[in-house]
């Protein structure tokens, strides 16, 4: 149980919830063990009226009236005790399981982008949910029904001993077995339980792909294919599910059988002792039967109770593995910082970890704040990698990036990306209203600003014509909008939060020539005092630019700026003089 060791934290913060269920499991089987004396006592009454101990029957009637009256107030007392009892250790199930999904949830925001290269959103999303759940489990129902048992066997073998310990010793007797069967079986279930956990994932990731890119599906007409592949992975995780299920089908009739066999010495060896005149009353034989039968569904949960914890151990240990995971970019600077926009690369280089291309090569240049760059490249350059390292999304492994004179690293990253617009080269738009997207970047932005940001982005008069313009749901991953309309919805969302630097990363690529030329002026009224970063394969969206800097194969190969690069041979003159002649073609 060594992963579960990582949840004691939880018991500690919601001890007095845990201390009170305990309280209340005592109180309610208290209660519940006063009925089989009850019973007893009634059974010797009327054994001595037979008997002849007690000749008036009206003492008799009166005798077991009472205890009536005391056995189903006892059985009512002990069922609103256990209706607290599940109320108190419930929902702190509940309430922990709220608080590790947080936990999680927070953990995957502070973890890396190179995490989520190596790791399949399907699997996260199984880890935060079908996990958890199993994790609950264990603080729910199991730690609830062990208390239960627990408390019961102490109570009620106490009283079993101090009645006759004979009787009590023969009736414990199949424990022992029961003990072994389980060691045994849970090392079964432990390794039946990662294999379906792991399945699972497998499922659910499988599925979330699918769903995913479910046009390329259709459009290649592989349906029969996928449906065939999600067929063959299903009937895998029913085996490995049928495997786990078949070692807990075990449990039960296991417990029902010792328990048989427990009944049947209570009788047999009960029942010599009463003809031996060991045992005076034949109410004590029927008392140890209530007893052995109360204690039936605690002995036949420690099965369900164990497959729960060796569950939860699977599922914790996998929690684990991305709880321990160490965040790559960490905020080393505790103080906000105050962002200007003055930028500067030396000699940066850097390397994807999971792909080992190296995607920038000793570049340097600076841009000043207010300023407007211009990155200019093929696919594949470096483009977006340097887009991505102003942002800090990844730490550069040679060189330095500077941001007003000072290490990136040691600026405040929740002050650094507050401070950056950033337009992706693949617009992500969540499934929410166009409003509330633009929102993201400033949540408490009025009406009257969103609409101007919409304009300076050219995408209002398209939501005007929507039939709940700013209110219309964009659908999952923006999929209602065309490419160019999401594009221009990120746009806006960019120019919302005011920032100090704006980095737009090819996000023009999806419109025409002739809208890219009315954003290119808009944006740059709107980004008048900011330090700007426009990256594109296209000359018409850098021209505009203070300074362009054409990047090939993780090289800066020209720096300068439009008028002066376009005199001088090589790329951004080959690459003008190749657009110029489409277009021209094009109007043709």
């Known amino acids: 149980m060594r992963a579960l060791q990582y949840l004691n934290k939880f018991f500690y913060k919601y001890k007095y919830r845990l201390i009170l269920g305990i309280l209340i499991t005592v109180v309610s089987k208290i209660f519940v063990l006063q009925i089989p004396q009850l019973i007893r006592e009634s059974l010797n009454i009327v054994e001595d009226f037979n008997n002849h101990k007690i000749t008036d029957i009206s003492i008799v009637k009166h ?66 949910s079908e996990d958890v759940g199993k994790v609950r489990m264990y603080f729910g129902p199991a730690i609830m029904y062990t208390m239960n048992m627990l408390v019961l066997f102490v109570v009620a073998i106490t009283k079993m001993i101090s009645i006759d310990s004979k009787l009590t010793l023969y ?93 049947i010495l209570v009788i047999y060896i009960g029942g010599m002792q009463y003809i031996n005149g060991e045992i005076e009353n034949i109410g004590i034989i029927a008392e140890f039967i209530i007893y052995v039968n109360m204690l039936t569904w605690p002995v036949a949960v420690v099965g369900w109770v164990t497959s729960i914890v060796q569950q939860a151990e699977v599922s914790q240990g996998r929690i684990n593995e991305f709880l321990e995971e160490v965040p790559s970019i960490k905020n080393l600077q505790k103080t906000e910082s105050n962002i200007q926009g003055d930028i500067e690369f030396k000699n940066v280089n850097f390397t994807y970890e999971d792909t080992n291309i190296t995607a ?14 211009a990155i200019l490249g093929k696919t594949g350059s470096g483009k977006s990698t340097i887009a991505s390292l102003i942002a800090r999304l990844y730490d550069v492994e040679k060189g330095v990036i500077l941001v007003d004179n000072k290490p990136i690293k040691n600026m405040h990253l929740k002050s650094l990306r507050e401070s950056i617009g950033f337009v992706p080269q693949d617009a992500f738009l969540f499934s929410d209203t166009i409003k509330n997207n633009i929102k993201i970047g400033d949540e408490n932005a009025s009406d009257t600003e969103i609409i101007n940001v919409a304009k300076a982005a050219y995408i209002h008069h398209n939501i005007e014509k929507f039939s709940n313009q700013y209110e219309t749901l964009v659908g999952e991953r923006g999929v209602t909008l065309s490419g160019g309309q999401k594009q ?49 394969h296209r000359t018409s969206s850098v021209k505009n630019a203070d300074k362009i800097i054409i990047i090939n194969e993780g090289e800066i190969i020209q720096t300068g700026t439009h008028n002066t690069l376009v005199s001088i041979p090589g790329y951004y003159q080959d690459i003008y003089n190749q657009q110029l002649e489409e277009k021209l073609t094009s109007n043709e």
């Not at 607290?84 to 509940?94: G, P």
């Not at 090569?361 to 600076?366: C, G, I, M, Q, W």
């Open 63 to 128: 005798q077991l009236k009472i205890n009536i009256i005391y056995i189903v107030g006892a059985a009512i007392i002990s069922g609103f005790f256990t209706f607290l009892m599940r109320q108190t250790l419930i929902v702190m199930s509940r309430l922990i399981e709220f608080d590790l999904k947080n936990e999680i949830f927070q953990q995957y925001e502070n973890l890396s982008l190179n995490f989520y290269k190596k790791n399949r959103t399907g699997d996260l999303m199984n880890r935060i």
């Open 171 to 263: 009736t414990l007797l199949p424990l022992p077995i029961l003990s072994v069967a389980i060691y045994l079986l849970s090392k079964i279930i432990n390794q039946r339980s990662t294999i379906v956990q792991q399945y699972l994932s497998k499922l659910t990731t499988f599925s979330q792909e699918i769903f995913s890119g479910i046009n390329v599906v259709k459009a290649y007409g592989i349906e029969k294919q996928t449906a065939n592949d999600f067929s063959a992975l299903a009937i895998t995780s029913k085996d490995k599910n049928i495997s786990l299920y078949k070692a807990q089908a075990l449990f039960f009739p296991l417990m029902i059988l010792l328990i048989g066999i427990s009944n």
């Open 360 to 373: 920038l090569k000793n570049v340097s240049f600076t841009i000043k704040q207010g300023s407007t760059l």
């Open 488 to 536: 221009r919805v990120s746009i806006a969302r960019a120019l919302i939060s005011n920032p100090k630097i704006l980095i737009f990363d090819d996000c023009l690529s999806a419109v025409d020539t002739e809208t890219e030329d009315i954003i290119l002026n808009n944006l740059k009224k709107a980004s008048k005092g900011k330090t700007s970063i426009i990256i594109s």
